[in-house]
């Protein structure tokens, strides 16, 4: 066993936590550990008849016996953060890294007023931003600094390390996605730090050799927040026509829609260095799909989609997401690995 790195490869909200709940579920692995930059992200996951968003915790929490941590680069605002350890009665599992660098309320300030930022950019205005500007200028505070976040201290690096050396699975979320990378993406309308499957191991402190598998999800239609080039963007009216309206979870901000891109995903798969690909959304290309569990059901439509995806990217399309509920899905890992 070693470590799983599950990533984003276009422009955020493909449905990470959708596809790491299912594998936190179904592969059982020990520790599950957030990578990326902070709560700007939100990732949703609908689990028996409920629907969850988190923004700071990992969306492996409904596989209860994982252990749930947040690496030395994830930007932690405390308070976001004690909330959704509350809410979903997780105190007894949580780590976080005593090396995260805290959001605090100046910086949250500051990523509103800022007309670059929350005009031109169009940032979530949850601080990250200036938070990681304060960090690389080495003033801002870390997690050791903060008194309510003192119980859950941990070496995140010694810990998942550990596990991986006793042969156990680590599963690594990152956040975000490939093309809102501050060095890949359409820069300056990215965030506010590198988005690649690299920089979630760095995030979390593990080295490339450990390992095995690069998950890159991608939705049959890709979506964007915020400002910024989107080469395959569709009208509203033709997203509406589709049926296919979809709100920010941070920000309650409407998704901009695209049409899938082939290019893209190439070189998203390409950068990430993708050995799997999962793809969700398959019942917004054909209804007929919805909540669909085995290969031989889809339409004839869905399976030449994800044909096409393995053509564009030359990588297997291991997951397919018929639906936001956990066990929509097919898993094809046994078939094709
Ligand atoms: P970030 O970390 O913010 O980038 O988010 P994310 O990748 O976890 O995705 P997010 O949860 O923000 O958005 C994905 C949306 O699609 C959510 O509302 C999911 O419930 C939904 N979703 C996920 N998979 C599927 C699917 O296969 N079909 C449909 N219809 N919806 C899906
Ligand atoms: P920031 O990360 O808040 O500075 O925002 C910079 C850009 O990244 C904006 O276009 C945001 O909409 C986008 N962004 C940041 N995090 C996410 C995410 O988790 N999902 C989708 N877009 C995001
Ligand atoms: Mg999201």
């Not at 019942?283 to 399976?303: H, R």
Request: with cysteine.
């Amino acid at each position: 066993m070693s470590a799983t790195v599950v990533v984003g490869g276009f422009w955020g909200d493909e449905g990470k936590g959708k596809i790491i709940a299912h594998l936190a579920y179904s592969d059982k692995p020990r520790i599950i550990v957030r990578g990326g930059v902070g709560p700007n992200a939100g990732h949703t996951v609908e689990f028996n008849g409920k629907k969850y968003g988190v923004r700071m915790l990992p969306s492996g929490f409904v596989y209860s016996d994982a252990r749930l941590l947040i690496g030395a680069g994830v930007l932690v605002n405390p308070s976001v953060l004690i909330e959704e350890i509350r809410s979903l009665r997780v105190e007894e599992r949580v780590g976080v890294d005593f090396r995260c660098a805290i959001i605090e309320s100046k910086h949250i300030e500051a990523d509103k007023t800022s007309a670059h930022l929350s005009e031109k950019i169009g940032s979530t205005g949850t601080g990250c931003g200036p938070a990681n500007a304060d960090r690389v200028l080495r003033v801002a505070k870390q997690a050791r600094d903060v008194a309510e976040l003192q119980p859950f201290l941990t070496d995140v690096p010694l810990e998942i390390n550990s596990a991986i050396d006793e042969g156990d699975l680590v599963l690594v979320e990152g956040t975000q996605g490939f093309a809102l990378s501050l060095y890949y993406g359409s820069y300056p309308y990215v965030t506010s730090k590198d988005t690649s499957a690299s920089q979630m191991l760095a995030d979390v402190g593990i080295g490339p050799t450990k390992v095995e598998d690069v998950i890159v999800v991608f939705k049959t239609f890709p979506t964007r927040v915020g400002a910024g080039p989107f080469p395959t963007e569709m009208s509203q009216e033709e997203a509406e026509r589709l049926g296919i309206i979809e709100f920010g979870t941070v920000t309650g901000r409407r998704r901009r829609i695209g049409w899938w891109d082939g290019k893209l995903a190439r070189y998203s798969a390409m950068v990430n260095g993708a050995t799997q690909i999962a793809i969700t959304g398959i019942d917004k290309l054909d209804k007929e799909c919805y909540g669909v569990k085995e290969w031989e059901k889809l339409t004839p439509k869905a399976k030449e989609f994800v044909e096409r995806v393995e053509d564009d990217t030359r990588v297997p399309v291991t997951l397919v997401s018929t639906g936001p509920s956990i066990e929509q899905i097919i898993d094809l890992r046994e078939e094709k690995l």
